[in-house]
Nanobody, 124 residues
Framework: QVQLVESGGGLVQTGGSLRLSCAAFGRTFNYYAMGWFRQAPGKAREFVAGISSSGGSTYYADSVKGRVTISRDNAKDTIYLQMNNLKPDDTAVYYC?????????????????WGQGTQVTVSS
């Protein structure tokens, strides 16, 4: 069992930056690949970024590639999402999630544990 708690969301202007954090509580965090997803109003939840259990591999959605960096600190049971050059289209609730696979998963159905989400709003 893993519990996930996100933080770091907020209101930012276009071009600004935010750093999201996701703290994990559970004994097996280090074995799980992790992902960040987002859901805008009226839209389906979508994959943003993923990181393998070791942190050695990362993968990004095309919509955020070059502007976003996912990382993890297994000693602190925490993952991060650094977001730069934010755009109004990035406005959404951001969720972190854990999959029982050790490799990056893009399919939302492969994620077992979810945080409660944190709101990111980018003003134009």
């Amino acid at each position: 069992q893993v519990q996930l708690v996100e933080s770091g969301g907020g209101l930012v202007q276009t071009g600004g930056s935010l750093r999201l954090s996701c703290a994990a509580f559970g004994r097996t965090f280090n074995y799980y690949a992790m992902g960040w997803f987002r859901q805008a109003p009226g839209k389906a939840r979508e994959f943003v970024a993923g990181i393998s259990s070791s942190g050695g591999s990362t993968y990004y959605a095309d919509s955020v590639k070059g502007r976003v960096t996912i990382s993890r600190d297994n000693a602190k049971d925490t993952i991060y999402l650094q977001m730069n050059n934010l755009k109004p289209d990035d406005t959404a609730v951001y969720y972190c999630a854990a999959t029982t696979f050790s490799t990056i998963q893009i399919d939302i159905a492969r994620y077992t544990y979810w945080g409660q989400g944190t709101q990111v709003t980018v003003s134009s």
